[in-house]
Protein backbone atom coordinates (compact mmCIF):
# COMPACT_ATOMS: atom_id res chain seq x y z
CA UNK A 1 0.00 0.00 0.00
CA UNK A 2 1.44 3.65 -1.02
CA UNK A 3 2.13 5.95 1.84
CA UNK A 4 -0.90 8.34 0.56
CA UNK A 5 -3.32 5.72 0.44
CA UNK A 6 -1.91 4.24 3.95
CA UNK A 7 -2.46 7.75 5.41
CA UNK A 8 -5.68 7.81 3.94
CA UNK A 9 -6.72 4.23 5.30
CA UNK A 10 -5.58 5.47 8.99
CA UNK A 11 -7.33 8.77 8.62
CA UNK A 12 -10.52 7.20 7.76
CA UNK A 13 -9.55 4.54 11.13
CA UNK A 14 -9.04 6.88 13.42
CA UNK A 15 -12.31 9.25 12.06
CA UNK A 16 -14.67 5.76 12.45
CA UNK A 17 -12.77 4.43 15.28
CA UNK A 18 -14.71 6.44 18.08
CA UNK A 19 -18.11 7.35 16.42
CA UNK A 20 -19.69 4.29 17.34
CA UNK A 21 -23.61 4.82 17.82
CA UNK A 22 -22.67 8.61 16.96
CA UNK A 23 -22.28 8.00 13.12
CA UNK A 24 -24.87 10.62 11.66
CA UNK A 25 -28.24 9.94 10.00
CA UNK A 26 -27.20 12.58 7.55
CA UNK A 27 -24.22 10.11 6.36
CA UNK A 28 -25.92 7.22 6.66
CA UNK A 29 -28.43 9.13 4.37
CA UNK A 30 -25.94 10.23 2.16
CA UNK A 31 -24.26 6.79 2.28
CA UNK A 32 -28.06 5.11 1.26
CA UNK A 33 -28.81 7.60 -1.42
CA UNK A 34 -25.21 6.78 -3.08
CA UNK A 35 -26.20 2.98 -3.19
CA UNK A 36 -29.67 3.83 -3.97
CA UNK A 37 -28.80 5.69 -7.05
CA UNK A 38 -26.66 2.68 -8.69
CA UNK A 39 -29.56 0.32 -7.33
CA UNK A 40 -32.20 2.28 -8.97
CA UNK A 41 -30.17 2.42 -12.52
CA UNK A 42 -29.65 -1.06 -12.68
CA UNK A 43 -33.10 -1.78 -11.03
CA UNK A 44 -35.28 0.34 -13.50
CA UNK A 45 -33.19 -1.16 -16.35
CA UNK A 46 -33.89 -4.51 -15.57
CA UNK A 47 -37.43 -4.52 -14.75
CA UNK A 48 -37.92 -2.54 -18.05
CA UNK A 49 -35.57 -4.92 -19.85
CA UNK A 50 -37.87 -8.33 -18.35
CA UNK A 51 -40.99 -6.70 -18.67
CA UNK A 52 -40.19 -5.04 -22.00
CA UNK A 53 -39.20 -8.82 -22.82
CA UNK A 54 -42.12 -10.80 -21.38
CA UNK A 55 -39.71 -12.76 -19.42
CA UNK A 56 -41.15 -14.21 -16.08
CA UNK A 57 -41.06 -12.86 -13.15
CA UNK A 58 -38.24 -14.81 -11.64
CA UNK A 59 -36.04 -13.56 -15.13
CA UNK A 60 -36.91 -10.31 -14.28
CA UNK A 61 -36.07 -10.38 -10.95
CA UNK A 62 -32.67 -12.15 -11.60
CA UNK A 63 -32.08 -9.48 -14.23
CA UNK A 64 -32.49 -6.73 -12.23
CA UNK A 65 -30.74 -7.86 -9.22
CA UNK A 66 -27.71 -8.32 -11.44
CA UNK A 67 -28.07 -4.82 -13.17
CA UNK A 68 -28.28 -3.36 -9.36
CA UNK A 69 -25.21 -5.10 -8.07
CA UNK A 70 -23.65 -3.85 -11.74
CA UNK A 71 -24.35 -0.39 -11.48
CA UNK A 72 -23.96 -0.13 -7.77
CA UNK A 73 -20.12 -1.57 -7.95
CA UNK A 74 -19.92 0.36 -10.77
CA UNK A 75 -20.69 3.45 -9.41
CA UNK A 76 -18.48 3.99 -6.74
CA UNK A 77 -15.59 2.44 -8.70
CA UNK A 78 -15.81 4.99 -11.04
CA UNK A 79 -15.01 7.24 -7.87
CA UNK A 80 -12.35 5.71 -6.02
CA UNK A 81 -10.65 5.13 -10.17
CA UNK A 82 -10.84 9.05 -10.34
CA UNK A 83 -8.90 8.92 -6.38
CA UNK A 84 -6.12 6.73 -8.08
CA UNK A 85 -7.04 3.44 -7.08
CA UNK A 86 -5.61 0.55 -9.32
CA UNK A 87 -8.63 -1.39 -10.77
CA UNK A 88 -8.44 -4.36 -8.52
CA UNK A 89 -8.53 -2.46 -5.27
CA UNK A 90 -11.04 -0.35 -6.69
CA UNK A 91 -12.67 -3.43 -7.06
CA UNK A 92 -12.27 -4.29 -3.27
CA UNK A 93 -13.34 -1.04 -2.00
CA UNK A 94 -16.69 -1.42 -3.92
CA UNK A 95 -17.37 -4.58 -2.58
CA UNK A 96 -16.97 -3.65 0.66
CA UNK A 97 -18.76 -0.47 0.12
CA UNK A 98 -21.65 -1.96 -0.73
CA UNK A 99 -22.51 -5.53 -0.85
CA UNK A 100 -24.41 -5.07 2.44
CA UNK A 101 -26.04 -2.22 1.45
CA UNK A 102 -27.31 -3.09 -2.48
CA UNK A 103 -28.54 -6.33 -0.91
CA UNK A 104 -30.37 -5.12 1.81
CA UNK A 105 -32.21 -3.18 -1.05
CA UNK A 106 -32.71 -5.56 -3.41
CA UNK A 107 -34.35 -7.59 -1.06
CA UNK A 108 -36.95 -4.87 0.11
CA UNK A 109 -37.42 -3.53 -3.20
CA UNK A 110 -37.84 -7.14 -5.13
CA UNK A 111 -40.08 -8.22 -2.49
CA UNK A 112 -42.38 -5.24 -2.56
CA UNK A 113 -42.47 -5.29 -6.33
CA UNK A 114 -43.37 -9.47 -6.45
CA UNK A 115 -45.66 -8.34 -3.36
CA UNK A 116 -47.83 -5.43 -5.14
CA UNK A 117 -50.56 -7.72 -6.62
CA UNK A 118 -50.01 -7.42 -10.33
CA UNK A 119 -47.13 -4.78 -10.19
CA UNK A 120 -44.64 -7.03 -12.11
CA UNK A 121 -47.44 -8.34 -14.51
CA UNK A 122 -48.51 -4.86 -15.42
CA UNK A 123 -46.86 -3.27 -18.56
CA UNK A 124 -44.20 -0.20 -18.90
CA UNK A 125 -47.40 2.01 -19.82
CA UNK A 126 -49.32 1.08 -16.93
CA UNK A 127 -49.16 3.85 -13.40
CA UNK A 128 -48.92 0.91 -10.95
CA UNK A 129 -45.76 -0.93 -12.39
CA UNK A 130 -44.38 2.92 -12.16
CA UNK A 131 -45.99 3.77 -8.44
CA UNK A 132 -44.81 0.38 -7.35
CA UNK A 133 -41.62 0.71 -8.59
CA UNK A 134 -41.20 4.18 -6.96
CA UNK A 135 -42.75 2.53 -3.26
CA UNK A 136 -40.31 -0.17 -3.32
CA UNK A 137 -36.92 2.30 -3.60
CA UNK A 138 -38.63 5.05 -1.58
CA UNK A 139 -39.05 1.55 1.39
CA UNK A 140 -35.81 0.32 0.54
CA UNK A 141 -34.10 3.60 1.27
CA UNK A 142 -36.17 4.19 4.33
CA UNK A 143 -34.94 0.83 5.71
CA UNK A 144 -31.59 0.56 4.70
CA UNK A 145 -30.29 3.82 6.10
CA UNK A 146 -30.49 2.04 9.39
CA UNK A 147 -28.40 -0.71 7.92
CA UNK A 148 -25.89 1.77 6.84
CA UNK A 149 -25.69 3.72 9.55
CA UNK A 150 -24.55 0.80 11.84
CA UNK A 151 -22.08 -0.15 9.30
CA UNK A 152 -20.49 3.24 9.08
CA UNK A 153 -20.65 3.32 12.64
CA UNK A 154 -18.05 0.42 12.45
CA UNK A 155 -16.16 1.40 10.15
CA UNK A 156 -17.39 -0.79 7.44
CA UNK A 157 -19.48 -0.56 4.42
CA UNK A 158 -19.62 3.30 3.37
CA UNK A 159 -16.96 4.12 5.74
CA UNK A 160 -14.20 2.64 3.39
CA UNK A 161 -15.02 4.82 0.35
CA UNK A 162 -14.34 7.50 2.51
CA UNK A 163 -10.25 7.16 2.92
CA UNK A 164 -10.13 7.28 -0.64
CA UNK A 165 -11.99 10.39 -1.00
Not at 44 to 72: D, E, K, Q, Y
Not at 134 to 156: C, E, Y
Amino acid sequence: MDHTVHQQHQHQHAHHAGHGSGTSWRTAAQATLHCLTGCAIGEVLGMVIGTAAGLHNAGTVVISIALAFVFGYALTMRGVLRAGLPVRQALKVALAADTVSIAVMELIDNTVMVGVPGAMDAGLSQALFWVSLAASLALAFVLTTPVNRWMISRGKGHAVVHAHH
